[in-house]
């Protein structure tokens, strides 16, 4: 549970294995790091649907691992109780009350999550504990090196193993890399922009697309008129009202893989208020929502530092987000920062990564990702240095692998067999036609 106590209390770490297909060409196993924060490893193996993420020749050559990080899942699980996370404030806080008391319900819901978490681990959610598990379950796989596929949070778990164990890495892929050296300005200004730059591509793609459901029309000015409707609690998907931050979620989850079919279909079912066809192309049924869950936020808030000087900072914080992004004014990180409000500083705070003596990590990052901006990923390649090559998806959404043919032939040579890919090598872009 705590590492720096080893003879203290212990939880069980809940892990999913399946054996390569072609036993007579294993390479070894393979640790997939999950993302989120919040994201099951073990649901990602034990459901074959969810195997799709892996190739083929990979599947052939590797057994595929991966596991719910501590607080997750089936891995001694942050438990709540549910009355309380229901009465959970909005995550755009418009006055001094409403900062106030989110930090007065933060405090309250830390406590009771701590108290209903058994083996005292609440406490202990931090990233870098996970990498002092990682490398117990690279040991109990009888690897001497590890092999890692670490994806958009997960990462953040490979970045920081490579600094604590970087003789120990045989091979390593980052993709939708985050920075975990930003202060929170700069985590604020970045996390905007990018979703900005993937929202202006949906437009662009609007604008030439005769199919776009919004083709012909002037689609940011719709988008404004939206935004207003919802701040005055006019729109509704299933029977659910969306406020401002709701539809820039909607938007931001249709630009993940990225949906722009759907997603301009939705819009247009909002503008002329059509139920059923909102319902059709809206969020009811998403499995993945870009936003902290319930068992999330404590894991995220041991791993940032994120102040800011009371109402009046964070005010003006949102204004310069404003003109960062003028569509995508209420982007994700807006929940990250409410949800951390009032936090205890974190055991593992952002920080420039320091490897000395890995094997080359191969980064893999989209130009156009809604989440893990494409400068994200340079500026770790560039604290990285040496040890780090950056591959280039030159198309949109967040990920790499499963939007380019491309890019998985170059993330499998890698891993199979080391090739590491020249430093500046791209895959051509393949536009969305969801």
């Given at each position: 549970m705590d590492w720096s106590d080893p003879n203290g209390a212990h939880f069980d770490l809940q892990l999913a294995r399946r054996r390569a297909t072609d036993p007579g060409a294993r390479v070894g196993s393979m640790v997939?790091?999950?993302g989120g924060p919040g994201d099951s490893g073990v649901s990602r193996i034990v459901d074959e649907g969810n195997m799709g993420r892996f190739s083929d020749r990979l599947r052939s050559r590797f057994d595929i691992v991966s596991f719910d990080p501590r607080g997750v899942g089936l891995s001694n699980p942050i438990l709540c109780s549910q009355e309380l996370l229901d009465r959970r404030p909005a995550p755009v806080m418009k006055s001094r009350a409403e900062f106030d008391a989110t930090a007065k319900y933060n405090r309250a819901l830390r406590a009771d999550c701590r108290k209903n978490t058994e083996n005292g681990l609440f406490d202990h959610v931090d990233t870098l504990s996970t990498v002092k598990d990682l490398d117990a379950v690279r040991a109990a796989l009888g690897e001497k090196s590890l092999t890692f596929h670490g994806s958009s949070y997960g990462t953040l778990l490979g970045e920081?193993?490579?600094?604590?164990?970087?003789?120990?890495?045989?091979?390593?892929?980052l993709e939708a890399v985050v920075d975990h050296s930003l202060d929170t300005r700069e985590f604020l200004s970045t996390q905007a922009a990018t979703l900005q730059d993937s929202f202006d591509e949906f437009v662009a793609w609007c604008v030439r697309t005769e199919s776009c459901a919004l083709h012909g029309s002037d689609v940011r000015p719709l988008w404004a008129d939206l935004l207003?409707?919802?701040?005055?609690?006019?729109?509704s998907d299933d029977g659910r009202t969306l406020t401002p931050f709701d539809l820039n979620v909607v938007v931001m989850k249709r630009l993940y893989d990225p949906q722009w079919r759907r997603l301009a279909t939705f819009l247009r079912a909002l503008e002329e208020s059509e139920p059923e066809a909102v319902r059709a192309a809206g969020t009811t049924g998403d499995s993945s929502e870009p936003a902290l869950g319930e068992n999330?936020?404590?894991?995220?808030?041991?791993?940032?530092?994120?102040?800011?000087?009371?109402?009046?900072?964070?005010?003006?914080?949102?204004?310069?987000?404003?003109?960062?992004?003028?569509?995508?004014?209420?982007p994700r990180s807006l929940m990250a920062l409410s949800a951390c409000l009032g936090a205890p500083e974190p055991d593992n705070p952002q920080h420039r990564l320091k490897v000395r003596g890995s094997r080359t990590v191969l980064l893999t990052n989209s130009i156009h990702d809604p989440a893990s901006g494409y400068n994200w990923a340079t500026n770790v390649a560039e604290?990285?240095?040496?040890?780090?090559?950056?591959?280039?998806?030159?198309?949109?959404?967040?990920?790499?692998?499963?939007s380019s043919h491309c890019a998985q032939e170059v993330v499998d040579a890698y891993l199979i067999s080391l090739t590491v890919p020249p430093g500046g090598a791209s895959c051509p872009g393949v536009e969305p036609v969801g």
């Open positions: 997939f790091g999950p920081q193993y490579a600094e604590q164990y970087p003789k120990r890495v045989r091979a390593m892929v207003e409707r919802a701040e005055r609690g006019e729109l999330s936020f404590e894991i995220f808030c041991q791993d940032w530092s994120l102040p800011v000087s009371g109402y009046q900072g964070y005010a003006r914080e949102l204004r310069r987000i404003s003109g960062i992004a003028p569509d995508m004014k209420y604290q990285l240095g040496g040890n780090a090559v950056l591959h280039t998806y030159e198309g949109w959404g967040h990920g790499t692998y499963s």
